[in-house]
């Protein structure tokens, strides 16, 4: 009972107005067709537009092996209760990356901003770790052919194609065969990509 004889207020529930919404996959993305990747609720649909999940490529394409493998997808249009995104980046695993890295090794990073063949801008970031500890002058030639093969494949795809190559293993697995002749690699790995249109785009 209120006190003073008032109306005690009704008590709104704010879930009641709020509404589920499948979330899916690009279309085309690594050669297959929209998936249900998630759920998000919202009172407005267009409260989700812009708003980005992260999802294991594991359960995209079903292998265990690429658990560590972060997708980043970016809702861009609701329709009914269906939300579309467009792939917006990718990340490993923190816990994969410092497997990665052993005793006696080098690590060496290249950072790159580049555009596909349908003119799409990307940033990348490919880690080759050596076999043995590495001197700085083949560091850096490393470091240049990294660079050099990265903005030649996405010169050479359209988007779609290069986002494949990228999440897939194919542009790090082309980096270490034509890097390994310079010094002894343990592998390469494209570990992290950024879309950088606006969603407006």
Not at 79 to 87: I, L, P, Q, Y
Not at 122 to 145: C, P
Request: hydrophobic residues 35%; proline residues 3%.
């Amino acid at each position: 009972m209120s006190r003073r004889g008032r109306t005690p207020r009704r008590t709104v529930d704010k879930w009641s107005a709020k509404e589920l919404y499948q979330i899916y996959s690009p279309p085309g993305f690594l050669e297959g067709d929209e998936k249900i990747v998630g759920e998000t609720i919202a009172d407005d649909p267009e409260k989700i537009i812009g708003r980005v999940i992260e999802v294991s490529l594991a359960d995209i394409i079903n292998d265990y092996s690429k658990m560590h493998i972060k997708l980043n997808f970016q809702i861009t249009e609701v329709t009914g209760n269906v939300a579309r995104t467009r792939f917006k980046g990718h990340t490993f695993a923190r816990d994969y990356l410092r497997f990665l890295v052993r005793r006696r090794r080098t690590r060496i990073d290249s950072i790159s901003t580049v555009k596909t063949k349908d003119g799409v801008p990307f940033r990348i970031t490919a880690t080759g770790f050596t076999l043995i500890r590495s001197t700085t002058s083949k560091k850096d030639a490393i470091r240049r052919e990294m660079l050099d093969i990265v903005k030649a494949r996405a010169e050479e795809l359209d988007s779609l194609e290069f986002i494949r190559e990228t999440t897939n293993g194919k542009l790090g697995s082309q980096i270490y065969f034509k890097c390994k002749n310079i010094y002894p690699l343990k592998g390469v790995e494209v570990q992290k990509s950024r879309l950088l249109t606006p969603i407006s785009a």
